[in-house]
């Protein structure tokens, strides 16, 4: 394994890692590190580092909705110019274009359940191309990022075993 | 009651005395577990629990599921192995009863057993039950702890019955090359010695794929492999191991079996076939991990002075504490709350080290390394 892909892997499991124990982790020493990153950083690779919330569980929690949109394209307008409009707003976390019975699946965060309705009802689906939008709000997260959203499995294994 | 002779002459295990010392505290961070910290990959615990909904809770073949047994002998053409899942493999309760069914299919009274050491602590044991003599062949850490024919030849071992050879090894992490096997593969053709190779964490190897002594020339025929599916699937509860042998010895083993045991788990045995099927890429992450913990420990061991060679295999590290490695590792629980094993309970050669496990996230082993640096700082 190159060593970029062997810091990618590092770091996606956990962001926080700093840059002696990555070395340490992968066998590269922290200037190799280093440069692995800013690579990696540079090309696009990696794009930010952000922690896996259980929003919750914060006294002044968010709304979380998965949107899908429809779109009709035409001559001038294609996904990528949709796709764009509609990233350019902050509350959209995440958007992706899918195969299926819609064409973008969309997480919009708000700080309540009118935010997210108002912003679809007032700046998505007014967009020309929009054609239809369905918006789901997540009513309980169990896993995101690649972790279960639960009080972590007590280590029953005997404390010292041959 | 009165116990029998046998039962009364086992000597309790060393690591008893660190299981509990351990246990009587809370706060401990214990690097003293001989076990993957993961669980079984959840397709296998599906299939297991699948199986039970069908109502598939009757003894299998006695030597295990066919299918399982076919899914075995094809996952071994990996280590460039061959055997027929028909006459040449056994599915058992644990790699424990394979290495145990072997001692008593191939041990006659007296015979001499030669164990490289330090190793696994159940062999010696093993070898006494089946009425063999233990001889103790010391690798050293100036070999990383790989079997030397010069260790075989200073031991005596030129006159022993059987070998048994574990590598990947606990408690060393130790790997063999085809090199080094190949000299003690030499050794044992020239002096008729047959091999017992338990090869239970030939999975968990970093850098390089496992190689078998059993794949060494005019080995095949005089070697019983042992292997499981408790430290590659993580799955040590569900108490499932297997041989893969010359018709003969597991002929032998199967009618031993078929009086002491009938039939491996069957829940298990389903849970292996899914693991086999299906859970590749959940190996290749948890080996993965271990590798990069494997990493971060022994080069936090090598900062804090404690030398700690790079070991190929298992989860195991095996620093060089110097000394007496009960009192350091009986300090080290009281002063900092961390468990290691001491390498002396593991036999001759293990004296002057700690086992290490790495089966621990890897948050719990910043911290415990830190904690033992401190400890290491304070002694010196």
Known sequence: MDAEREVLDVLARNAREDIDDIAAQTGLDADAVADAIDALESDGVVHGYQAVVDWDRVDEGKIRAVVEINVELDRETGYEQVADRIAKFPAVDALHLVSGDYDFAVEVLGETMQDVSEFISEQVAPMPAVTQTVTHYIMETYKDGGIRFENSDEDDRLSVSP | ?380
């Not at chain 2, 401990?28 to 669980?39: K, Q």
């Not at chain 2, 394979?98 to 041990?107: G, Q």
Request: with cysteine; proline share 4%.
């Open chain 2, 1 to 380: 009651m009165r116990l029998s002779d046998r039962a009364r002459e086992l000597p309790e295990s060393g690591i008893r005395k660190f299981f509990e010392l351990a246990e009587a505290r809370d706060d401990v961070i214990s690097l003293g577990v001989g076990e993957p910290d993961f669980s079984a990959p959840w397709a296998a615990r599906t299939a297991a629990i699948d199986s039970l909904e069908r109502g598939k809770t009757s003894y299998t073949a006695n030597r295990g599921m066919g299918a399982l047994r076919e899914r075995i002998a094809d996952h071994h053409e990996r280590y460039g192995q061959s055997y027929d899942p028909d006459e040449e493999a056994i599915v058992t309760t644990g790699a424990s009863e394979a290495v145990d069914l072997a001692f008593r299919a191939l041990v006659d009274p007296g015979d001499t057993v030669a164990l490289h050491e330090p190793t696994y602590i159940s062999y010696g044991p093993g070898i006494e039950l089946a009425g063999g003599e233990r001889l103790s062949v010391p690798t050293r850490a100036a070999d990383d702890f790989a079997l030397t024919r010069e260790a075989l030849e200073s031991s005596g071992a030129a006159d022993a019955d059987l070998l048994v050879c574990c590598y990947p090894n606990n408690p060393t992490g130790a790997t063999m090359t085809d090199a080094e096997l190949a000299e003690v593969a030499a050794f044992c053709r020239e002096n008729d010695i047959r091999v017992v190779a338990d090869e239970i964490y030939a999975a968990l190897t970093y850098g390089g794929d496992h190689t078998s002594i059993a794949t060494q020339p005019g080995m095949r025929e005089r070697t019983v492999v042992v292997n499981g599916f408790s430290k590659a699937y993580a799955m040590t509860g569900l108490r499932l191991g297997y041989a893969l042998g010359p018709t003969d010895a597991i002929d032998a083993m199967n009618r031993i079996h078929q009086y002491t045991m009938l039939s491996a788990p069957t829940t298990a045995q389903y849970a292996a076939c899914e693991a086999l099927d299906r859970c590749g890429d959940e190996l290749r992450e948890m080996v993965d991990e271990y590798d990069r913990r494997r990493r971060l420990v022994v080069s936090r061991f090598n900062e804090m002075g404690l030398d700690t060679f790079e070991p190929g295999g298992a989860f195991y590290a095996f620093p060089e504490c110097g000394g007496d490695d009960e009192a350091f590792a009986e300090a080290l629980l009281e002063a900092q709350g961390v468990a290691v094993v001491p390498g002396s309970v593991f036999g001759a050669g293990g004296a002057g080290h700690l086992r290490v496990s790495y089966a621990t996230s890897m948050r719990e082993l910043k911290e415990a390394t830190d904690r033992i640096a401190t400890f290491v700082a304070a002694r010196n």
